[in-house]
């Protein structure tokens, strides 16, 4: 049975204190007041301070011995992550430094163009292109939580990935007046009001603040499979009974309390990051016709395909008999 050493500490002290009083010819009734005084309290908060210190000595003598044991088997874990997931974290590494290049190449060929062609599309080039490069950044993040078996961190990552493709989906359809109104909204704390230039919000009521529902609701990724797996992700996110019960690295046993790696799950954030980031990089290349752009976008949207197969054949190969 497990030992609480603080109380029995605790108890070990009061009965030799009691024990002393005892011994002293003190009578019943001023040791029943002394046990209902705070004296008592006081006492125990003592101990407890005094035993605090000791722990957080002993923990500061023995801390690099046991970090670096924990180090040893976190890479182990990584290393078994890497035999079981090595070929779909490739496959979605490789899309990201691939359009990391791409975006690049096309970055240089819009800087080569007239300036009134420029002058036309810039706000939207602008605002389009800073949100790309927050979604490769943040792409790479939910490969590193999968790497390191995080599927519901990767997951929660996940919302503001598809968030920002919804963002730019909105700002390329509505033009320069609303990407104008993103750029400088960026100084000040309006999360989506700048929104509300745009026709489709010409209506709207004037009492009620632009949400990003409503800016959801007239975007491609706003599909009921899309609504669903975003609300999911809102309840990775929060503290909510759903996200709390039920977790993507948990398997199928939900008594199991995870509170750490597992190898689990890490294909539903995988596969729809890959989508989002493509679909961000496709809002980018439409600005400019640019055939390599063009030809890197639809090999994009091939691979995305090739990463979900990666995913299904690993999940059938090492989790089939779990599902079952």
Same mark, same amino acid.
């Given at each position: 049975?497990?030992?609480?050493?603080?109380?029995?500490?605790?108890?070990?002290?009061?009965?030799?204190?009691?024990?002393?009083?005892?011994?002293?010819?003190?009578?019943?009734?001023? /040791?029943?007041?002394?046990?209902?005084?705070?004296?008592?309290?006081?006492?125990?908060?003592?101990?407890?301070?005094?035993?605090?210190?000791?722990?957080?000595?002993?923990?500061?003598?023995?801390?690099?011995?046991?970090?670096?044991?924990?180090?040893?088997?976190?890479?182990?874990?990584?290393?078994?992550?890497?035999?079981? =997931?090595?070929?779909?974290?490739?496959?979605?590494?490789?899309?990201?430094?691939?359009?990391?290049?791409?975006?690049?190449?096309?970055?240089?060929?819009?800087?080569?163009?007239?300036?009134?062609?420029?002058?036309?599309?810039?706000?939207?080039?602008?605002?389009?292109?800073?949100?790309?490069?927050?979604?490769?950044?943040?792409?790479?993040? /939910?490969?590193?939580?999968?790497?390191?078996?995080?599927?519901?961190?990767?997951?929660?990552?996940?919302?503001?990935?598809?968030?920002?493709?919804?963002?730019?989906?909105?700002?390329?359809?509505?033009?320069?007046?609303?990407?104008? &109104?993103?750029?400088?909204?960026?100084?000040?704390?309006?999360?989506?009001? =700048?929104?509300?230039?745009?026709?489709?919000?010409?209506?709207?009521?004037?009492?009620?603040? /632009?949400?990003?529902?409503?800016?959801?609701?007239?975007?491609?990724? &706003?599909?009921?499979? =899309?609504?669903?797996?975003?609300?999911? &992700?809102?309840?990775?996110?929060?503290? &909510?009974?759903?996200?709390?019960?039920?977790?993507?690295?948990?398997?199928?046993?939900?008594?199991?309390?995870?509170?750490?790696?597992?190898?689990?799950?890490?294909?539903?954030?995988?596969?729809?990051?890959?989508?989002?980031?493509?679909?961000?990089?496709?809002?980018?290349?439409?600005?400019?016709?640019?055939?390599?752009?063009?030809?890197?976008?639809?090999?994009?949207?091939? =691979?995305?395909?090739? /990463?979900?197969?990666?995913?299904?054949?690993?999940?059938?190969?090492?989790?089939?008999?779990?599902?079952?």
């Amino acid at each position: 049975m497990p030992n609480d050493y603080t109380t029995e500490m605790f108890m070990k002290t009061l009965n030799e204190l009691l024990e002393n009083k005892i011994n002293k010819g003190i009578s019943e009734d001023e /040791i029943d007041k002394f046990l209902q005084s705070e004296a008592i309290s006081n006492m125990y908060q003592k101990i407890v301070k005094v035993m605090a210190d000791d722990v957080a000595k002993t923990i500061e003598a023995i801390m690099y011995e046991k970090v670096l044991e924990e180090r040893a088997y976190t890479d182990e874990f990584i290393a078994r992550m890497e035999q079981k =997931w090595g070929k779909a974290f490739v496959a979605s590494e490789a899309l990201y430094i691939c359009v990391i290049e791409s975006a690049q190449s096309y970055g240089k060929y819009v800087v080569e163009q007239p300036k009134e062609k420029k002058d036309e599309v810039a706000f939207v080039y602008k605002a389009i292109i800073s949100i790309h490069a927050r979604a490769c950044q943040e792409y790479l993040e /939910i490969l590193c939580l999968c790497r390191n078996g995080f599927a519901d961190g990767a997951y929660a990552r996940w919302r503001s990935l598809y968030e920002l493709s919804i963002i730019s989906d909105f700002i390329r359809k509505n033009g320069r007046r609303v990407a104008e &109104s993103f750029l400088k909204a960026a100084d000040t704390e309006d999360r989506y009001e =700048w929104a509300r230039c745009a026709e489709c919000f010409r209506h709207y009521s004037k009492d009620k603040f /632009i949400t990003f529902g409503a800016i959801q609701k007239q975007c491609a990724l &706003s599909t009921t499979e =899309w609504r669903e797996q975003y609300n999911l &992700s809102n309840q990775l996110v929060h503290a &909510s009974p759903q996200g709390t019960m039920y977790r993507l690295g948990n398997k199928l046993d939900t008594e199991i309390l995870s509170a750490g790696h597992s190898d689990y799950g890490v294909s539903t954030p995988m596969v729809q990051a890959a989508i989002c980031l493509v679909c961000i990089t496709a809002d980018l290349f439409t600005l400019f016709q640019h055939g390599d752009s063009m030809v890197s976008m639809i090999a994009f949207h091939n =691979w995305v395909d090739k /990463i979900q197969n990666y995913c299904n054949e690993i999940e059938k190969n090492c989790f089939e008999d779990e599902k079952q």
